[in-house]
């Protein structure tokens, strides 16, 4: 049994403060029943992106063939994770990771800029955000990481041609964490969860993402 003494919601709220990255479709919600209508009941109708928001990708998400969503059970979403601050305003590179321990936990989310500014729930999207390098995502690899968490909506810089953080992170079999907010979380250890919707086929989900301590 989980035993913890506080709760950090590092989830980003659709609708308020995620931006839409540039190209997916925005998170839309309407009524289908409204009580203000006359209605017995309200009933919502969704329409997002699966990348919406603070969200996981799997390596179905680049790699054919990889199992999705509904094929992998919850307990690889709950794991013990290290959460480290990241000095460098523009890049997670692989020299500041080295100065960590990374090996005793099996996950790693970074707090950056992106969070401390407040970029993370601004809901305009900006291209200037902090990103992994992709000899940092290749750090991540061989200390034996198995999800990597960013505060922002993609750990590659954007417009990067060929995604080469997502592509080494992902060939790899790790999971990829992204739109984190760390804002109030201090930098130590932790438990994740970060269950993703069961979703048949998808390569990715929207997630509601905390920190036990």
């Known amino acids: 049994m989980l035993k913890f003494d506080r709760v950090y919601d590092i989830t980003v709220a659709l609708g308020l403060e995620a931006p839409v990255y540039p190209g997916d479709p925005a998170y839309e919600r309407s009524l289908v029943l409204s009580m203000n209508r006359g209605d017995e009941a309200d009933v919502s109708r969704l329409a997002l992106c699966s990348h919406s928001g603070t969200h996981i990708d799997l390596p179905a998400h680049f790699i054919q063939l990889s199992p999705t969503i509904e094929a ?16 460098d305003p523009l890049v997670v590179t692989a020299e500041e990771l080295a100065g960590y321990d990374l090996s005793s936990r099996p996950a790693l989310l970074c707090k950056t800029r992106n969070s401390t500014s407040g970029l993370v729930v601004t809901p305009q999207f900006s ?67 970060c269950l993703p919707l069961r979703l048949d086929g998808c390569e990715a989900s929207p997630v509601r993402a905390v920190l036990l301590k």
């Not at 992998?72 to 000095?87: D, G, S, T, Y």
């Not at 922002?152 to 810089?157: E, I, R």
């Not at 592509?167 to 984190?180: C, F, H, P, Q, S």
């Open 72 to 87: 992998l059970p919850p307990e690889e979403f709950i794991l013990p994770v290290r959460v480290i601050e990241v000095a």
């Open 127 to 193: 291209e200037e955000y902090v990103y992994f390098s992709a000899e940092a995502a290749e750090h991540c690899v061989m200390v034996g990481l198995r999800l990597v968490g960013l505060d922002y909506y993609s750990v590659d810089g954007f417009g990067a041609e060929g995604y080469p953080a997502h592509r080494i992170l992902l060939e790899a079999g790790l999971y990829v964490l992204e739109g984190i907010n760390l804002a109030a979380v201090p930098p130590g250890d932790y438990t994740l969860i």
